[in-house]
């Protein structure tokens, strides 16, 4: 799981397939693989070598169906909530989900992480052993609608739950709060079904601006934060979860009253 899930969603936009690089021989890491031409387009094939050439060409077309499994995955998972959204509506005349925020790592991002952890260029290690290629960030109104989303989303049976990480229950120490889940999806080719996985992290609306502060506080100070800044983000955070158990009992104060007699 992301450490810091917030910066790791919104990198779709990178030119992944510009920068990658082909593993030199023997069982070198990714990388070794990545030094080893640093800064070479793919679009120039013309100046490398032949088998440098079709190398690159090959991770290319290897990453293109890597990069579609991953991305049909997302549609699936975004199709499935918005069906669970518009039904809630329908039911309860209730809207959970504010809004759904998706992105699959480009290659580049996938490269660095498995140097950082030291994984071998094999796509069926990635695949195995980087469980955070997919992610959807999906913000809801309330705690409750939260776990309410949670379940009837884990709860379909195709859906295969692998993981299960409540940062809401138990905060990190930052004050982040959010749940994290890893699920299996099935996703239907020409060629067969494959299951891949995908994170998910459920959020309030409270959660997620604080989480957003985060992300560019820590950036700002380049993971270093000053203990003074920590201590306020921490109070923002107590702040924030005060602010959705309160929100949350003014919704139930509400639905009371709207209730027929």
Avoid: C
């Avoid at 693989?33 to 190398?55: I, K, N, Q, W």
């Avoid at 959970?96 to 790592?105: N, Q, S």
């Avoid at 692998?162 to 999806?185: C, M, N």
């Amino acid at each position: 799981m992301n450490e810091h899930p917030g910066p790791d969603l919104p990198d779709r936009g990178e030119a992944a397939e510009h920068e990658l690089t082909p593993p030199p021989s023997g069982q070198a890491s990714v990388g070794a693989a990545l030094e080893s031409f640093r800064g070479t387009a793919v679009a120039d094939l013309s100046r490398l070598p032949s088998d440098v050439a079709e190398a690159l060409e090959r991770m290319r077309v290897d990453f293109e169906q890597f990069d579609l499994e991953y991305r049909s995955a997302l549609s699936e998972v975004e199709t499935r909530l918005e069906v669970l959204r518009d039904e809630y509506l329908h039911l309860h005349d209730h809207n959970p989900i504010e809004h759904i925020v998706t992105r699959v790592k480009s290659a580049q991002s996938i490269l660095r992480k498995a140097a950082r952890r030291g994984l071998p260029f094999d796509l069926e290690v990635l695949r195995r052993e980087i469980t955070d290629i997919a992610g959807a960030r999906v913000v809801l109104s309330f705690t409750e609608d939260v776990y309410r989303v949670f379940e009837l989303f884990t709860s379909q049976p195709d859906i295969h739950l692998l993981q299960v990480k409540d940062y809401i229950d138990e905060p990190k120490p930052s004050g982040y709060r959010s749940l994290h889940v890893i699920v299996a999806v099935p996703v239907h080719f020409s060629t067969g079904t494959q299951e891949v996985t995908v994170e998910v992290q459920f959020r309030t609306i409270a959660m997620d601006f604080w989480a957003s502060l985060e992300h560019k506080i820590h950036y700002k100070f380049d993971g270093d934060v000053p203990a003074e800044i920590a201590a306020e983000l921490n109070e923002a955070a107590t702040a924030a979860a005060a602010m959705d158990a309160r929100m949350e009992h003014l919704h139930r104060q509400v639905r009371a009253h709207s209730a027929p007699e």
